[in-house]
T-cell receptor
């Protein structure tokens, strides 16, 4: 069973700090990686996606990918209480596959 | 910003009954998906749909499930004879391209089987 693994948390950070969320994946064929934010009782909201090794920045968010280590991370700078949510890591295979496999998510709590 | 819309937001159905969940994907998107999330568990892929046919499905998507694009805008998920374990949030998603590409989710339908 190909898996995407995340620490369930909760990860607590003070307001204004950097939150670091991590994810590992088991299928070396994974080529596309996504971070979604999910507030309690709501649907997943796409935050970032990354396909290549290295960093990708979008505003306060930075996604990092290391395919050799099968590791994906999401950094949130200047964390705000409104960032408190569950962050879902997801991976998709190359080769025309459509399926995206989700991790169980990491709950982030930003303390005012 | 364009969004995926799903109806109804909550569906309560007796076990054994048929249920149809409806979705309107983003208008210029070509790939459509259904996912489910049982309470407290992870989001699970059910099926993807492209060019009026299923392109990929999971082991969860058995003969009780079917999908259809009955017209140019709607995308539906039918569960033929519901079971208690079908109770979950069902999310529709769409993407402009396959491969996979970023998928945008609707607000979901909460399905409760009694």
């Amino acid at each position: 069973q190909k898996e995407v693994e995340q620490n369930s948390g909760p990860l607590s950070v003070p307001e204004g700090a950097i939150a670091s969320l991590n994810c590992t994946y088991s299928d070396r064929g994974s080529q596309s990686f996504f971070w979604y934010r999910q507030y309690s009782g709501k649907s997943p909201e796409l935050i970032m996606f990354i396909y290549s090794n290295g960093d990708k920045e979008d505003g306060r968010f930075t996604a990092q990918l290391n395919k050799a280590s099968q590791y994906v991370s999401l950094l949130i700078r200047d964390s705000q209480p409104s960032d408190s949510a569950t962050y879902l890591c997801a991976a998709g295979l190359s080769g025309g596959y459509q399926k995206v496999t989700f991790g169980t998510g990491t709950k982030l709590q930003v303390i005012p | 910003e364009p969004e995926v819309t799903q109806t109804p937001s909550h569906q309560v159905t007796q076990m054994g009954q048929e249920v149809i969940l409806r979705c309107v994907p983003i208008s210029n998107h070509l790939y459509f998906y259904w996912y489910r999330q049982i309470l407290g568990q992870k989001v699970e892929f059910l099926v993807s749909f492209y060019n009026n046919e299923i392109s990929e499905k999971s082991e969860i998507f058995d003969d009780q499930f079917s999908v259809e694009r009955p017209d140019g805008s709607n995308f539906t998920l039918k569960i033929r004879s519901t079971k208690l374990e079908d109770s979950a949030m069902y999310f529709c998603a769409s993407s402009a391209q396959g491969g996979p590409q970023p998928q945008h989710f609707g607000d979901g339908t909460r399905l409760s089987i009694l």
